[in-house]
């Protein structure tokens, strides 16, 4: 093919701001040779076309695998999630299948239940009151951009980053989230995080690697960090050093949605203040299950297992994704095959 013709339609193609092509269309013509006129360039990889994202939105995804959408959840809203967070904290309620965690700073015997003690919870999707936030309509239209119409939620947690205790356990590693979900295709799932205050460097904001869910899922274990690291705290080791990394500097209510194969973490809180946003990860309905046994996600099932076993009694054979299976709710459209 002439290279000033695929110029042309590679123009026509960004203008058109056509379908998910998901790959590279290349028609053959009887000759064997490439017609032009059926090539079309995988311009769009990781967004769907539904006329919610701006051209420039889509790219910005498509290049950088995040998007921060400002003050797209309301203020009344997050002060709900806060006070039944604070009621899950204190034991006033107990919502099946909810995760607490303390930080590894503090010993198991000092842990008393109230919010400086919680680190973060997960999975309250048995909470209808946090689970209002994966149903929120301004936070699903974002999301089908990345998922499809039909909407599951995976995974929820809530993040109450405790002011570090000098020891830095309250950083985050450098990870890629599909590490935790044996499902695939990761391009139709996506994670939305929402500031619940302002969150700079100082409290320890999300921290990402622009480019990096191009790449392929690396090799995750827990850090050698001295002063200990949370259960399923992994981190990446090899990663690119070079790579400029970016702070998201967030107000109140802004949201960043991001691809799982984007590499994140979160630094430590050097404030006072309890550090909180609240999260969802979502996938396509038409998503699959994968099994992880002999993949390098076999260190979350061998994590994980026992932690599904205690709260739910789950049997010794039981899966990471049948664990998943359990978690998971639609929030939108229909349930296929997740
Ligand atoms: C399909 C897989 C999905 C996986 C997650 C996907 C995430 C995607 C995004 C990526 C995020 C990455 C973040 C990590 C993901 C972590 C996954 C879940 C891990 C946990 O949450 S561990 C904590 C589990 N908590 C419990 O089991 C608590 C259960 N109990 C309660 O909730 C109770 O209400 C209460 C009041 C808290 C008291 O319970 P109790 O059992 O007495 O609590 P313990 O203090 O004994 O803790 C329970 C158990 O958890 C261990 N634990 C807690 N925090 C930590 C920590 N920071 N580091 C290491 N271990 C911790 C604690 O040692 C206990 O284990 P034992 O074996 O000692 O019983
Ligand atoms: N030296 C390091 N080794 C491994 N991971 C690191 C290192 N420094 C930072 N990180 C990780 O990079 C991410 C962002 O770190 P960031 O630099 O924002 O925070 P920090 O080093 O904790 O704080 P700060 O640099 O603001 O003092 C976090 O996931 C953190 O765990
Ligand atoms: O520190 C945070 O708020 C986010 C940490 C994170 O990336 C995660 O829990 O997957
Ligand atoms: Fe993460
Ligand atoms: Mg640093």
């Known amino acids: 093919m002439n290279q000033s013709h695929a110029g042309t339609r590679l123009r026509v193609v960004l203008g058109h701001l056509g379908q998910r092509s998901a790959g590279v269309g290349v028609a053959h013509s009887t000759s064997g040779a490439?017609?032009?006129n059926s090539f079309h360039p995988p311009q769009?990889?990781?967004t769907r076309d539904n006329n919610v994202l701006s051209l420039e939105q889509?790219?910005?995804?498509?290049?950088n695998g995040f998007l921060v959408i400002r003050n797209l959840v309301s203020d009344a809203d997050i002060e709900r999630f806060r006070n039944e967070f604070e009621r899950i904290c204190k034991g006033e309620v107990k919502p099946q299948g909810v995760?607490?965690?303390r930080d590894v700073s503090i010993p198991k015997s000092e842990f008393i239940p109230s919010e400086k003690m919680v680190s973060k919870i997960q999975d309250f999707q048995e909470d209808e009151e946090l689970f209002r936030y994966c149903t929120l309509p301004e936070i699903l239209k974002?999301?089908?951009?990345?998922?499809?119409?039909?909407?599951?939620?995976l995974h929820t947690m809530l993040i109450n980053k405790p002011p570090d205790t000098g020891k830095k356990t309250s950083r985050h590693p450098l990870h890629q989230d599909l590490q935790y979900f044996p499902i695939r295709p990761s391009n139709n799932i996506v994670a939305a995080w929402t500031a619940m205050e302002h969150i700079d460097r100082n409290n320890g904001c999300l921290c990402v690697l622009p480019g990096s869910h191009k790449g392929d899922l690396k090799p995750h274990a827990y850090p050698t960090w001295e002063g200990g690291v949370n259960i399923m705290f992994y981190g990446i080791q090899d990663y690119d050093k070079n790579c400029p990394r970016v702070h998201l500097v967030?107000?109140?209510g802004d949201t960043v949605f991001f691809h799982p194969l984007l590499i994140h973490g979160s630094g430590w809180n050097r404030t006072q203040g309890y550090r909180k946003?609240?999260?969802?990860?979502f996938a396509g309905a038409d998503c699959h299950y994968i099994d992880v046994k002999g993949t390098s996600q076999e260190i979350t099932e061998r994590d994980y297992l026992p932690i599904g076993k205690k709260l739910y009694g789950f049997p010794d054979d039981t899966r990471l994704q049948d664990v998943l299976r359990f978690q998971v709710r639609l929030v939108?459209?229909?349930r296929i095959n997740l």
Do not use: L, N, W
Not at 58 to 63: C, D, H, I
Not at 142 to 153: N, R, S, W
Not at 277 to 281: F, Q, T
């Open 99 to 101: 995760k607490i965690m």
């Open 250 to 252: 967030m107000e109140k």
């Open 142 to 153: 974002y999301v089908e951009c990345f998922t499809g119409p039909d909407i599951m939620a």
């Open 44 to 46: 769009f990889q990781y």
């Open 58 to 63: 889509r790219k910005f995804y498509e290049e």
């Open 34 to 36: 490439v017609s032009p």
């Open 332 to 334: 939108k459209g229909k």
């Open 277 to 281: 946003a609240i999260s969802c990860h």
